[in-house]
C-alpha cells in the first residue's frame, strides 16, 4: 500500500485506548494502522503523543456587535491561531438579517470564510426573534448540512419564553441540536441599570450584575423547555455549579442535556475584574468569570462527565475595542481569546494536575465535539477517517505570551501561564500546516463540512 506520510514510533491517545503503533495516511485519509509503517514522508513521533485534531465547536470569527465594534480575529487569522494550537475544525455561526432567508445568510457566511480558512469548519445557525416566523425554513438549513441551531437567552438575539419552546420544537422535528447560551437577561438588565445608577462603572460590577444563581435559573428553565418537548439540548460557556448541578441532576433523570465550559472559566476567576483601568476590562466574557469554588466545580465536573466539551468561545476584542467600556462596564465587549492554547491548557492543567486523565483529554477535546456536532469523520483515530491529526510534545515547556500565540490580538488573558506539553505537528486531512512552530497552511484549503447528528 502506498502511504503518502507515515507518523513513526508514537503513543497513540484516543478516547478509548493508549497504545504504540504507526499512522499511515494517504491523501486525506488514514488507511492504515500498524508497526513498522513506510511512508514517502515519515515523521518520527518518538517520544511524543499522537492525537486526533482538537475540535472547537464554540468560535466567533469575524463577528459584529451593534456597537460596530468585530471580533478582532477573521477566519484566516483565527482558524491559523487553532491550527498552531492543534485544532483542525470549528465551528463558527451564521446569523440572519431580518428579511434574509436563513439558507441566504448560510451562503454569505459561507462565502465570508470561503477564501480565509485554513482548517475544515461547520457553521451553527442562529434563531434570533425575527427568525421565528421562518422555522419553516429549517428542514433546508439541515439538508444544507448545518443541523445545530444557537438560542440566545441574552442580549438582543434573545427568545422571550414562548418564542424559546417554538424555536425548541422546530428544532426537534428536524432532528437537529439545539445549543444555548443561557442566562436571565431581564434580571442582568435590571441589575446593571441600578449599578450604573447609582456609579458603579467599573469592570468588578460585571460579574455582580450577572449571578451565577440566575445562570443556574436559566439553564434549569431552558432543560425544563427542551424536555417538555422531548428534544436534547447542548448548553454553551458553563461557568458555575448552580449551572453545572441542572445539567448533572437532569442527566442523572435520563435526559439527553449536554455542556461544555471554556478555559477561562477554568483558569481565571472574578479577581480579574478587580484590577485598575484597562486590565480589568479585558477579561469581560458572558457568563463573567465567577469564583474559585466555581472554577473547582467545573473541573469535577469535566473528570465525572457531567460536562462533556471544552471549547473556548474564542472572541477576541482588541484592548482599544476594550477601552470603549472604561466608563461604562456595559459597554465593554464580550469575549476573550483561548483558541491557540485551549488543548495545550487543557493537557498542562487537567491531564498533569490528575483531574482527568490523557483520554478524558482527547474525549473533551476531539471526540465528543466531533460525536455531539455530527462531524462524522473526525476526532477518532482509525481507518476511513479524516487525517486530521497532530503530534503532541507532552514535555515542551512554554510560558504564554502575545509573543508567542498568532490570535490577531493585542493582549491574552493567559499571560504568564506555564504550560507543559505543546503541538509539535498539526496535519489537516493529511497535510501538514503546523510543524516546529512554522505555518505552512494557506488561506482557504480549509473545508465547509455538511454535518449530520446520528444522536
Not at 257 to 277: K, R, S
Not at 292 to 302: E, G, V
Not at 353 to 380: E, Q
Request: hydrophobic share 40%; aromatic share 8%; glycine share 8%.
Amino acid at each position: 500500500m502506498q502511504l503518502n506520510l507515515v507518523i513513526k514510533n508514537g503513543t497513540i491517545v484516543t478516547a478509548e485506548n493508549v497504545y504504540q503503533a504507526d499512522i499511515g495516511i494517504r491523501g486525506e485519509k488514514i488507511v492504515a494502522i500498524a508497526d513498522n509503517l513506510s511512508g514517502e514522508r515519515e515523521i518520527d513521533a518518538t517520544g511524543k503523543l499522537v492525537t486526533p485534531g482538537a475540535i472547537d465547536v464554540h468560535v466567533h470569527h469575524q463577528m459584529p456587535l451593534p456597537s460596530g465594534v468585530i471580533s478582532a480575529d477573521d477566519f484566516f487569522t483565527g482558524t491559523r491561531a487553532a491550527a498552531y494550537g492543534g485544532t483542525t475544525t470549528i465551528i463558527d455561526f451564521v446569523a440572519a438579517e431580518p428579511e434574509e432567508s436563513l439558507l441566504d445568510a448560510l451562503a454569505a457566511r459561507q462565502a465570508e470564510a470561503k477564501d480565509r480558512v485554513v482548517i475544515d469548519y461547520g457553521l451553527h445557525m442562529t434563531i434570533t426573534p425575527t427568525d421565528i416566523a421562518k422555522l419553516d425554513q429549517l428542514p433546508a438549513v439541515v439538508e444544507a448540512g448545518c443541523p445545530t441551531f444557537k438560542l440566545y437567552m441574552a442580549y438582543g438575539f434573545r427568545l422571550k419564553d414562548g418564542e424559546l419552546l417554538q424555536a425548541l420544537d422546530a428544532v426537534k422535528q428536524v432532528n437537529g441540536l439545539p445549543i444555548v447560551h443561557a442566562e436571565n437577561w431581564d434580571v442582568i438588565c435590571l441589575m446593571i441599570a441600578q449599578n450604573l445608577a447609582v456609579g458603579r462603572t467599573e469592570p468588578r460590577w460585571h460579574p455582580r450584575s450577572r449571578p451565577a444563581v440566575m445562570e443556574g435559573e436559566a439553564v434549569g428553565r431552558v432543560i425544563d423547555m427542551a424536555a417538555l418537548v422531548g428534544t436534547p439540548v447542548y448548553i454553551f460557556h458553563v461557568s458555575c455549579d448552580d449551572a453545572v448541578e441542572r445539567i448533572a441532576a437532569a442527566r442523572r433523570q435520563g435526559l439527553r442535556v449536554f455542556g461544555e465550559t471554556c478555559p477561562q472559566y477554568l483558569l481565571l476567576t472574578d479577581a480579574a475584574y478587580e484590577e485598575p483601568g484597562l486590565a480589568g476590562t479585558l477579561p469581560v466574557c458572558a457568563p463573567p468569570l465567577r469564583s474559585l469554588t466555581d472554577q473547582a466545580r467545573l473541573w469535577t465536573a469535566l473528570g465525572r462527565n457531567e460536562l462533556q466539551v471544552v471549547s473556548t468561545d474564542h472572541c477576541p476584542f482588541s484592548s482599544a475595542d476594550k477601552a470603549l467600556g472604561l466608563d461604562d462596564f456595559s459597554r465593554i465587549p464580550g469575549g476573550v481569546p483561548s483558541i491557540e492554547s485551549r488543548f495545550a491548557l487543557m493537557y498542562t492543567y487537567g491531564v498533569l494536575a490528575n483531574c482527568f486523565s490523557l483520554k478524558r483529554w482527547v474525549r473533551m477535546c476531539c471526540t465528543a465535539p466531533a460525536r455531539l456536532f455530527g462531524l462524522t469523520h473526525k476526532g477518532v483515530i482509525a481507518i476511513g477517517y479524516d487525517a486530521d491529526l497532530v503530534v503532541f510534545d507532552p514535555n515542551k515547556q512554554t510560558i504564554l505570551s502575545t509573543d508567542l500565540l498568532h490570535e490577531n490580538v493585542d493582549w491574552t488573558p493567559y499571560t504568564g501561564f506555564e504550560v507543559t506539553g505543546w503541538p509539535a505537528v498539526t496535519i489537516s486531512r493529511g497535510e501538514v500546516i503546523v510543524e516546529d512552530g512554522t505555518f505552512y497552511g494557506t488561506a482557504g484549503r480549509g473545508k465547509f463540512v455538511e454535518r449530520q447528528l446520528s444522536m
